[in-house]
């Protein structure tokens, strides 16, 4: 299957996405892998946009890069393919956490209240 991408680490982890959601049947995966094999269409967000849309103990899911535009004040885990160095120190300030969308994975396989925003 091609994918269209050329970013190894980027083909690996739609990989593991559709991995996942074939094993334990869960379609959030599907849609996540979906939105990262759209040619053109990685997704960028602002830590505003978060703090806008999630609440404190929420788990979200960016298909792309996580920027440092804004402020955020909620304590979240936030699962995306990049993160600026200002999105992550941001989110970590407020008490939340920066992590890969393989961590996302190995800690929650079921996808269990996962919010994709982006």
Sequence with gaps: MKLGKSNPILIETIKILRNTAKSRKKRVWDAIANKLEKPGD?????????????NDGDIAV??????????ISKRVTV????????????????????????????????????????
């Design 42 to 54: 990685i997704r960028i967000v602002n830590v505003s946009k978060l703090d806008k849309y999630l």
């Design 62 to 71: 960016v298909p792309g890069k996580v920027l440092g535009g804004g402020s």
């Design 79 to 118: 699962a995306a393919l990049a993160f600026s160095a200002k999105a992550k120190s941001k989110i970590e300030s407020a008490g939340g956490r920066c992590i890969s969308l393989r961590k996302l994975i190995e800690e929650n396989p079921d996808g269990s209240y996962v919010k994709i925003i982006g």
